[in-house]
């Protein structure tokens, strides 16, 4: 496929493979030069398997009551971790589990499972964190508030080399504002990471319908010459992908709360998240210190 026709946005199913709704291998990918980031989402109507492989991975419901990972870490002892989750993605976080490298796992329970991978080399230690552990922060100001989980961030989780979040934006927000870009090394600044975003969306909370198409909207485009340009409309299980350029805003269609998953990962010789914004956008920082936070946030059961 030519970098003029790559494709960069996927509709739901069009990722499913095997036993999984969507599932995103760097050893396989699904566009040209993708090779930092994974992802797999999968219904537990059956045990869900992962290999041992050279991924580090991080684990949690979407939505269900609650899910059992046995894990076996190269040649040791099997283990078995229970993971509480939560009523759907709108409604707080879910207890997570990290794996390293070269680790088999079967997933068992009721419900939907993430996971979050990344081709890694060091091998960090089983991390395990439950709900009310996990750092939930407010961004932004005003419609451009959300409410962020800060799953595996560089601060959050001893990863090798995956950076991952949660974000919830309500009915009518806009999150990524301002548009911004991880696509260059420049140790402080900015870091270069490849990103995943996997959608859901659904009738705000609150509000009831008998007939409804909950939606949003994505947007990215190249910052060089680098040929890259998505302007979409998201529905649930949608995934959209992030080689390099400015990306966002992404905004929650009215009447519609957004949820989205981020993979991040690179080859930045440091494991950070340092982002550039889009120089005409990035006086939009300034009016969040005249705004007041969005009201209906944060979001929990």
């Known amino acids: 496929m030519s970098s003029q026709s790559q494709k960069w946005y996927f509709r739901s199913p069009e990722l499913s493979r095997g036993d999984w709704d969507v599932h995103i291998d760097p050893a396989n990918p699904p566009a040209e030069g993708w090779k930092y980031t994974g992802l797999r989402i999968g219904s537990l109507n059956k045990p869900l398997t992962l290999p041992a492989d050279s991924n ?19 040649e040791g002892a ?18 997570f589990l990290y794996l390293p490298i ?14 979050g991978e990344a081709p890694a080399t060091h091998a960090k230690s089983v991390q395990y964190t439950p709900k009310e552990q996990v750092q939930v922060i407010i ?84 910052a ?23 990306h966002g805003p992404t905004a929650a269609g009215p009447g519609y ?19 550039t914004d889009h120089p005409d956008q990035a006086w939009i920082r300034q009016t969040w210190q005249s705004q007041q936070t969005d009201p209906r946030l944060p979001y929990g059961e």
């Not at 070269?102 to 996971?115: D, E, F, H, K, L």
């Open 56 to 74: 580090e991975r991080i684990i949690f419901l979407l939505e269900g009551s609650q899910a059992l990972v046995t894990y076996q870490v190269s």
């Open 78 to 95: 099997v283990v078995e971790q229970k993971l509480i989750g939560r009523t759907s993605v709108f409604h707080g976080p879910a207890d």
């Open 102 to 115: 070269n680790t088999s796992a079967t997933i068992t329970g009721n419900g939907r499972i993430a996971v």
């Open 139 to 222: 961004r932004g100001a005003g419609r451009e508030s959300r409410q962020v989980h800060n799953l595996g961030m560089p601060d959050t989780l001893d990863a090798d080399r995956m950076v991952v979040c949660e974000v919830i934006v309500p009915a009518g927000n806009w999150s990524g504002a301002p548009s911004h870009k991880h696509d260059c090394y420049l140790p402080g600044k900015e870091s270069t990471l490849e990103e995943i975003y996997y959608f859901e969306s659904a009738v705000m909370r609150g509000a009831t319908t008998s007939t409804s198409a909950p939606f949003g909207y994505f947007r990215g485009y190249s």
């Open 224 to 246: 060089d010459s680098r040929p890259y340009d998505v302007a979409e409309e998201i529905h649930s299980g949608d995934v959209a992908l992030v080689p390099y350029g400015w």
């Open 257 to 275: 709360d957004l949820y989205f998953f981020n993979v991040m990962a690179g080859p930045d010789p440091e494991r950070a998240w340092n982002a």
